[in-house]
């Protein structure tokens, strides 16, 4: 029974049947068991509609549902997951007016709930709930049932997109964002009084469960009922003091529990010539939105579903996320397949966006792994290089062409970040973070092969080409798949990234003195100590860590300086919690060279982790690249984007990120630094394209 609950708590739905029935064989004659073990057993329930057996899951979560509302009332957590459950097997037998109903009541009472605390097991059945609602949602789109119901379809869905995306990292960020109280003692009480009262709840139900459960003859119906009473008592008092939390600290109630919105209170924060497009992705479907700025919600409903989706990005992620040697071991960019993926996500629905200068884009797994710059507007074969390798490029109609991109978390982070009030006009320019140090040894090494080597020739080594890596493998080349866990001192080294720090100095005016920290100097502590509150652009060009890139890591995390290099009593890894805990009132922050080791997905996770962290500490914006990054042209990009925005105050972020990207592939090229030829062009998307803006993409020069 334990068995097939953890299974299925790790998707393995089938094998997880298999541990239930043998178990249901055992218990066939004992009606407590079956009462303890299966009647109100969530992932059991949940495995019998994700293996087909959707009249037994209907039969079971209606006597479930039934029994659950007589215990603990209709709007109780445990109550609203069985209707949803009776929801879902509505929906795959076809009674979908029933569905919609189930489906709609038990939502609107799951998302009043705090997530932050939630198990992980209740997260993933609460994404596969809404996911299921979504597919409904877009079954019934534009058909009778919808106008039967008299429901907006659209508007839904697009609500509970937003709720999906935001549940689904709640988990990974629930102990960072309670450890900020810790710097709060008003705000640590509140909390641990509410966490408290949980604990509290959950004990007293299980007590419940385990009374009704037994033979009649043993159950006591008068502290069953004293029992719930108390439950009742323990939710109230954990809704006031939710409450009160949300209204003395509005700030962090939004970060661990942030509420979906409508199409039109999205439609609100646009500005001219601005359109807004979430795409989210389901096992049955993907599911696309536009808003424009003025005007109607056009919506579109593809059979693309994430498995397929899955494979097309993970083909176009083998031309960006090759693992180069040399310049010849770039594939070709499979600009078919990119098309595919627009013509069956956006242009149907062009009329929603395509008069827009300026896109913001919400994405979902996988399509958050492949930036959507790269998405050709019409079906155009490159054809062949006429000379200059990857010319072909610079004919392709890039969405990025058409218009600037910006990234968000989830829509419900655009009204967040726009809210915040304009920085203060007085502050510092910048201060930059980069080539930290991860071992002593490493320090040594990289300065005996700066001593001992002169200029790399690029045309004389088969045209090498240097891509920053995450961390060494065995045999001292870039990350591998087969390389799950490692230390702080296995990490590569990134001596590039001084020089893009200086550029970027440069390029604004900062004073390389007092602004910019490289080496040993890039420390945790001096990042904890400083004041960064009074800085502009605030820049890490270093490795951003998921949960299990080192031993022991358990959250996203930037890597700095090793103690073991700098004396400090710091592990040189300025986590997710402790991003937090910073005060800023940046602009910008730019994570350069972020993880390099994303191509399954973990990178997606890690912005979304130290992105929600860095808006949760100060930031308008952060630029960060989600694939790896080649180092020449990362310096180029970066440090012209900066200078276009200097020459041009008007300019936005998301506008100079286009600027420099455009000019990047039309105008610039890889030349060999040694013999002063010209080896390659920047058209290919992995030069020009790995950066993206996540958050607020306008603002002028450093405003």
């Known amino acids: 029974m334990l068995l097939g609950s953890v299974l299925s708590s790790q998707g393995k739905f089938t094998e997880a049947m298999q541990q239930f029935d043998i178990a249901l064989k055992g218990a066939k004659d004992d009606q407590y068991a079956y009462r303890k073990n299966f009647l109100g057993n969530h992932n059991f329930m949940l495995s019998l509609l994700m293996t087909g057996r959707n009249k037994e899951a209907l039969t079971i979560s209606t006597n479930s549902y039934t029994k659950a509302v007589e215990r603990f009332g209709e709007e109780h957590y445990i109550t609203t997951e069985r209707l949803a459950f009776r929801g879902m097997a509505n929906y795959r037998l076809k009674n979908l007016k029933n569905a919609v109903k189930d489906l709609s009541k038990a ?112 159950q006591k119906p008068e ?40 199409w039109s209170q999205a439609q ?116 062949k290089d006429a000379g200059l390798l990857f010319s072909r490029y610079r004919h392709v109609p890039w969405l990025i062409r058409k218009a600037s991109i910006t990234m ?82 296995k990490l590569n080294r990134l001596p590039d990234t001084a020089e893009e720090i200086r550029s970027v100095a440069r390029a604004v005016d900062a004073d390389p003195e007092r602004d910019v920290f490289l080496g040993k100097d890039a420390s945790e502590d001096r990042v904890k100590t400083m004041n960064l509150s009074d800085r502009k652009i605030i820049s890490f060009a270093t490795h951003a860590l998921v949960a299990g890139d080192l031993d022991g890591l358990d959250q996203p995390a930037l890597a700095l300086s090793s103690p073991s290099v700098t004396g400090d009593k710091e592990d040189g890894l300025l986590t997710m919690g402790e991003i937090m805990k910073l005060k800023l009132n940046a602009d910008w922050v730019v994570l350069s060279a972020c993880n390099t080791a994303a191509a399954e997905g973990t990178g997606a996770e890690a912005l979304s982790g130290l992105g929600r962290a860095f808006f949760y500490a100060g930031t308008r914006a952060i630029l960060a690249s989600i694939y790896p990054v080649e180092t020449t042209s990362a310096r180029k990009l970066i440090t012209a984007l900066f200078q276009y925005q200097k020459e041009d105050k008007e300019l936005s972020r998301a506008r100079a990120l286009q600027k420099s990207m455009l000019d990047l592939m039309d105008k610039s090229n890889l030349v060999d630094d040694a013999s002063g030829k010209i080896v390659a062009s920047y058209a290919h998307p992995l030069f020009w394209a790995p950066f993206v803006i996540v958050g607020d993409g306008g603002g002028g020069w450093l405003q």
């Open 268 to 383: 609100k924060t646009l500005h001219p010539g601005e359109a807004l497009i979430s795409i989210y992705s389901t096992n049955n479907g993907t599911y696309t939105w536009a808003i424009p700025y003025r005007g109607g919600l056009s919506f579109l409903v593809s059979p693309l579903g994430t498995r397929e989706m899955g494979k097309i990005v993970a083909g176009l992620r083998k031309s960006l996320d090759p693992n180069p040697a040399t310049i010849s071991d770039i594939p070709e960019f499979d600009t078919a397949s990119a098309y595919d993926l627009y013509h069956k996500l956006l242009k149907p629905i062009e009329g929603g966006w395509q008069n827009a200068t300026d896109l913001l884009i919400v994405t979902h797994s996988p399509l958050d792994q492949i930036p959507i710059a790269i998405l050709p507007t019409a079906n155009v074969n490159p054809g």
């Open 408 to 489: 968000l978390p989830s829509v419900s982070s655009l009204i967040t970040i726009r809210a915040l009030p304009a920085g203060d006009p007085h502050r510092r320019a910048f201060v930059g973070f980069g080539d930290p140090v991860f071992s002593p040894e490493e320090s040594v090494s990289t300065t005996n092969r700066k001593n001992l080597q002169g200029p790399v020739s690029l045309a004389s080594r088969g045209s090498p080409i240097q891509v920053r890596g995450i961390r060494l493998t065995e045999k001292g080349g870039l990350d591998n798949a087969a390389i799950t866990t490692t230390h702080l001192d």
């Open 223 to 262: 502290i069953i009922k004293d029992l719930q009473v108390r439950i009742v008592s323990l939710n109230r008092a954990r809704a006031a003091l939710q409450e009160e939390i949300k209204k003395r600290f509005p700030k962090y109630a939004d970060f661990v529990n942030p509420k979906a919105v409508s």
């Open 107 to 218: 939502t609107d009472i799951l998302l009043r709930f705090q997530m932050d605390k939630a198990d992980y097991s209740r997260i993933q059945r609460l994404k596969i709930i809404m996911d299921d609602y979504i597919s409904l949602l877009g079954e019934i789109y534009g058909t009778p049932v919808e106008r039967e119901l008299g429901i907006d379809a659209a508007g839904i869905a697009f609500k509970i997109a937003d709720a999906a995306r935001g549940h689904t990292v709640q988990g990974a960020l629930a102990a960072s964002s309670a450890r900020t109280a810790e710097t709060n003692p008003e705000l640590n009480d509140l909390i641990r009084r509410e966490q408290d009262a949980l604990k509290q709840t959950e004990v007293i139900e299980a007590n419940v469960l385990d009374l009704i459960a037994a033979p009649s003859a043993e």
